[in-house]
């Protein structure tokens, strides 16, 4: 059974960038295809970036250009880079593979 922990979370003024990680253990991460998603209080948890096993990577389209997501295999990692960020990127992160879903990590972006 995998677990996720994410990191790197934090206040950021608009136009800045922040970096997230997630972190996995207990299976073949090699194996999985991830996701990030983000979740504001009171609305659906929204799919931001999608990395397959074999490192394609597909955006939700209000990311497109200012998001980049990675993985390392060897680390058993998936990142979020995150840049050109906006108000409304504000929202609680989240790691994904499967059913499995880590705690979050709050991303806020502020003047």
């Known amino acids: 059974q995998v677990q996720l922990v994410e990191s790197g979370g934090g206040l950021v003024q608009p136009g800045g960038s922040l970096r997230l990680s997630c972190a996995a253990s207990g299976s073949i991460f090699s194996f999985y295809d991830m996701a990030w998603y983000r979740q504001v209080s009171g609305n659906q948890r929204e799919l931001v970036a999608y990395?397959?096993?074999?490192?394609?990577?597909t955006y939700t389209d209000s990311v497109k250009g200012r998001f980049t997501v990675s993985r390392d295999n060897v680390k058993r990692t998936v990142d979020l880079q995150m840049s050109s960020l906006k108000p409304e990127d504000t929202a609680v992160y989240y790691c994904?593979?499967?059913?499995?879903w880590g705690r979050g990590t709050q991303v806020t972006v502020s003047s």
């Open positions: 990395i397959t096993s074999g490192g394609s990577p």
């Open positions: 994904n593979v499967g059913t499995t």
